[in-house]
């Protein structure tokens, strides 16, 4: 069936370094990709997506990269900061699929 | 209003009775999506809404869950009967038909305490 994981549960990195977040997916019909931030109390805010006719999609300080031979997504936040630290999910659209499914999150904490 | 709006944010209830929960999408979006999220856990899809119909109701849980969209507007989520397992944040989130580059908008969640 549809899955979506992630390999590091809790991600904690110093203020000023690059965090890198990954996630494995398990559909290979899945045709778009989506990164999610979700601060404590509140929903999840999109971040960033990437199309799987795309490896690499950037945007303010983030990066995704999607390698579709392996299906694996990472995320990339370029110098974090402490207003970085929340709780990231993946999450995948198969094609002709109306719904997300979404990994269990990686909780990133930054550090001062 | 500018996002979507989502209905009581708390609710503690006590086992046995029902609920329900509310969801205001943004004005346009015809497309209606319920989650649900333990504690510590992802997103548990529930149910899709295209308009006022549910071509996607596979993620329910059991037959004391239930919902409705009027006027391809406002979702109700029902819990019957509710049980401690119940107990969760439910996320409401809707979009633009087709599913667009920015994916869904989410409200801000329904923390349901079944005691």
């Known amino acids: 069936g549809e899955s979506v994981g992630l390999h590091l549960p809790t991600l904690s990195v110093q203020e000023g370094d690059n965090s890198i977040i990954n996630c494995a997916y398990s559909n290979s019909a899945s045709d778009y990709f989506i990164w999610y931030k979700q601060e404590s109390g509140k929903g999840p805010q999109f971040i960033i997506d990437?199309?799987?006719?795309?490896d690499k999609r950037q945007g303010q300080r983030v990066t995704v990269l999607l390698n579709k031979t392996v299906k694996h997504l990472s995320l990339q936040i370029a110098a974090t900061q402490p207003g970085d630290s929340a709780v990231y999910f993946c999450a995948e659209n198969g094609a002709g699929f109306q719904k997300l499914v979404f990994g269990t999150g990686t909780r990133l904490l930054v550090s001062p | 209003g500018a996002g979507v709006s989502q209905s009581p944010s708390n609710k503690v209830t006590e086992k046995g009775k029902d609920v329900e929960l509310r969801c205001d999408p943004i004005s346009g979006h015809t497309a209606l999506y319920w989650y649900r999220q333990s504690l510590g856990q992802g997103l548990e899809f529930l149910i899709y809404f295209q308009g006022n119909s549910a071509p996607d109701k596979s993620g329910l849980p059991s037959d004391r869950f239930s919902a409705e969209r009027t006027g391809g507007s406002v979702s109700t989520l029902t819990i019957q009967r509710t049980q401690q397992e119940d107990s969760a944040v439910y996320l409401c989130?809707?979009?633009?038909?087709?599913?667009?580059?920015?994916?869904?908008?989410f409200g801000s969640g329904t923390r349901l305490t079944v005691v």
């Open positions: 990437i199309r799987s006719n795309m």
């Open positions: 989130a809707s979009s633009p038909f087709p599913i667009r580059g920015d994916g869904y908008t």
